[in-house]
């Protein structure tokens, strides 16, 4: 198995969520749920069932969305960046790339750079390890569907990972 996913062993269902996604959650809820629908996403988080790219924190801080995403992106960044496989590796990122080419001029720093394809290679690289099955991204961006259906990953709308994280709230084992 590959080291850097060596503690994803015992996961279960694992979501990788793309900017868009996060900062739609204000329009799919209402302001009283965002509260118990956060709590869920950041155990997700703790429990090793959802993960975002640090582009994904960048693009929801410091560009768009100081309201509940925001936060939320933060909260959930504070919880994984100390994990080895929230940064995609080098393979990945290349197989994404040479899907969709019109990523590739669009990567720089990653301060800057735009999260779609490293949500893509993130998911790809758990794939790798967790046979696909287990393994989804989440984006309603049509060009990040299209690539993800591309290479084999399986992609949910927003509604649809909101109503797994209802129906199935992660237990707090932490």
């Given at each position: ?117 490293y949500v893509i290679a993130l998911a790809l690289d758990l794939k790798q390890v967790r046979q696909g099955e287990t393994v ?39």
């Amino acid at each position: 198995m590959n080291s850097l996913f060596a503690d994803t062993e015992e996961w279960g269902q694992v979501f990788v969520i793309d900017s868009d996604a996060l900062i739609d959650i204000k329009l799919e809820i209402s302001v009283a749920e965002q509260w118990d629908v956060g709590v869920d996403i950041v155990r997700a988080a703790e429990n090793h069932e959802l993960l975002i790219p640090i582009q994904v924190h960048n693009e929801v801080v410091n560009v768009r969305h100081p309201d509940f995403p925001a936060p939320l992106a933060s909260k959930v960044w504070s919880i994984i960046q100390g994990r080895a496989h929230v940064r995609p590796s080098p393979w990945a990122l290349r197989k994404v790339l040479a899907t969709e080419l019109s990523w590739i001029g669009t990567l720089g720093s990653e301060e800057e750079d735009i999260a779609d394809p490293y949500v893509i290679a993130l998911a790809l690289d758990l794939k790798q390890v967790r046979q696909g099955e287990t393994v989804a991204v989440v984006a309603h961006d049509n060009l990040v569907r299209s690539t993800c259906d591309s290479l084999g990953l399986r992609c949910l709308e927003l509604t649809e990972f909101l109503s797994h994280i209802r129906n199935n709230p992660p237990n707090h084992r932490g």
